[in-house]
DNA sequence: GTCTATACGCAGATAGAC
DNA sequence: GTCTATCTGCGTATAGAC
């Protein structure tokens, strides 16, 4: 089998001690320490701890964007809503630990790394925004589509948040289809 | 006018430090230069940093709370998804500072005080889930109350919670009837 | 590329005067 | 109740051998 590049290695562990202690709360002592390598090697293949994180947001919401993109073009206009929803909930849980720090950062402006991520994070709330965009025009243009702002990109992003870190974090024996029902219920109140 | 005691001073600083740098990354130095006061006046009101922050969350959660309860009560069946959504906007709004954290720490279960605050944390999900219900009572048993559960709720208070700060963070010239306007608009499409 | 050893500052917490 | 002074450990980052 193929050895995983170390700094790929490096980016793993970062993303699972920071899923248990928050971003600022991880040391480069239990990074090494959990990629198995010395405290030196991190600064080999990176110049400084923020390094390290903004090469793992900068490539989670490169991630989010895929997802979202892929199913929003490999489904049929009605469905996309609901595609999209699932798609964005299997991101989420195919990897919880990444899940938690990629939501909780979704929102945070004062990261030194912020100017670098912010193009990433503000395409993912356009995506989103257009995704309902399509599903209105789809359900005969009410409301219109020009009405559907970023806010509500961010709202739709939320929800899933939500839902998904709920369910990973407190109920993970749902099935994803219940889950993305529950997210979909608010379309339906 | 009557002077804040100094236990609030203390914890309106952390607030605003910790919005700014996030709890970890907030330093009892820099909270007690924001509150005017000797950093061993902190250990005289509070025995610990984690003990600020504790009471610093669950003052926020009881604030959400009383609000979505109060908006719930205050408002005929048909109108109380839009209440309630309002009422939330407006205490995010009113000390946006607060609103960052409170939102942030919601789906973070790792912390010291993590047990001391479950409690308000859940209740404020299962009123977001109760509130749907009524809705969906209202408008024609469609779908049945039964079938809507805590990960509603979670998805409908990060609805709220995503499209608030993107308003508050992105867009604050928004009027809040219109940030509503958006969070609707996901029980529409 | 990976290691060990170390410099250096900062953070949480305590002691004790006033 | 509030202050100043101080202890102590941990955390980032660097130096340099292998």
Redesign the interface.
């Known amino acids: 089998m193929a050895r995983t590049p170390t700094r790929d290695v490096i980016m793993s562990a970062a993303v699972s001690v920071a899923a ?6 991880s040391s480069m002592d239990e990074i090494a320490e959990q990629a198995h390598v010395a405290k030196g090697s991190l600064y080999y293949h990176f110049p400084s701890k923020d390094a390290i994180f903004e090469n793992v947001l900068q490539a989670g919401f490169d991630r989010l964007a895929d997802a979202i993109r892929d199913a929003r073009s490999a489904t049929e206009a009605g469905a996309a ?1 609901r595609a999209v929803t699932e798609a964005t909930l299997a991101v989420l849980q195919q990897n919880p630990a990444r899940a ?1 720090i990629v ?2 950062e ?5 990261r030194p790394w912020g100017d670098a991520i912010a193009p990433a994070r503000a395409s993912i ?1 356009v995506l989103y925004r257009d995704v ?1 965009r399509d ?2 025009l789809q ?1 005969g243009g ?2 219109a589509a020009e ?17 998904g ?3 990973l ?3 993970p024996d ?1 099935p994803i289809g ?2 993305a029902d ?2 979909l ?5």
Do not use: N, Y
């Not at 979704?106 to 004062?110: A, G």
């Not at 009405?147 to 839902?163: C, D, R, Y």
């Not at 219920?185 to 109140?189: E, K, V």
């Open positions: 248990q202690h928050g971003i600022s709360g809503l938690k939501v909780s979704m929102f945070r402006t004062d709330v309902l599903a209105a359900s009410t409301p009405a559907i702002t970023e806010t509500a990109g961010a709202a739709f992003f939320g929800a899933i948040a939500g839902a870190l709920e369910w974090l407190f109920h749902q219940a889950v529950q997210v219920l608010l379309a339906r109140c």
